[in-house]
């Protein structure tokens, strides 16, 4: 209940659920396209993807069971991490992915998402969309998603001596190894998204402190 209150009294309530909620969205939107491309998504997504696939569940359904399970966790370990932001994200990107997903199936001819000109620029427009997107998400300051959280939690109790980029890498390697397991193919976007996403996360956090939120630089 503490918590509840603190997010809805907080500072900049109004502007931060509204600009988490946009940044929700349009991870599932972008994220449809990236999937339909297949060069390269965030470890998560690629994981989750490539169980969902050979389990035969919507990939939303499996992104949902997923942060399900490492919530438990974050209730136990991590309640500073837990917000509105961390149900949206566990709940929604993966459906909105799916959403938009059927909707390209049914209505974009296959070609589109396989021939190279179209490919690449499709790509790199939904890519770059997409860790903006996960910017805003992210400034919002509205929770994580328990995926997220874990690595924080593992720095904090057990891995305290050693860097969070480090751990934060070998946590990502490792679902980017079980989607592996499960059949996927690791490729360009996963690379592009540990390189990319902190500075754009930075960047986008400094233009809402000062347009949005006016609470001067980061």
């Known amino acids: 209940m503490n918590r509840l209150k603190k997010y809805v009294k907080g500072e900049n309530f109004t502007k931060r659920f509204i600009i988490m909620m946009i940044g929700i969205f349009f991870l ?3 994220l449809s396209f990236l999937i339909r491309v297949n060069l390269g998504t965030d470890p998560c997504s690629f994981m989750n993807l490539t169980v969902s696939r050979r389990l035969g569940i919507l990939f939303g359904t499996c992104q949902v069971i997923l942060n399900a399970v490492l919530f438990v966790i974050v209730i136990f370990f991590g309640r500073e991490y837990i917000g509105f932001g961390t149900i949206a994200n566990m709940l929604f990107i993966g459906y909105i992915a799916d959403f938009f997903g059927w909707i390209w199936d049914n209505n974009i001819p296959s070609s589109f998402f396989t021939n ?3 490919r690449i620029l499709t790509f790199v427009i939904s890519f770059s969309m997409f860790v903006v997107s996960a910017s805003l998400y992210m400034n919002a300051d509205m929770g994580l998603a328990p995926y997220d959280a874990v690595p924080l939690m593992i720095k904090k109790y ?16 490792t679902a980017v190894l079980v989607g ?18 902190g500075p754009v996360i930075t960047a986008v956090g400094r233009l809402l402190s000062r347009y949005i939120f006016h609470s001067g630089n980061k």
């Open 180 to 197: 592996v397991l499960f059949g996927g193919i690791p490729n360009i976007g996963i690379i592009l998204m540990s390189l990319f996403l």
């Open 28 to 30: 599932g939107f972008w």
């Open 116 to 118: 190279t000109p179209t």
């Open 158 to 173: 057990i891995l305290k001596s050693i860097p969070f980029a480090i751990i934060r890498i070998c946590y990502d390697f």
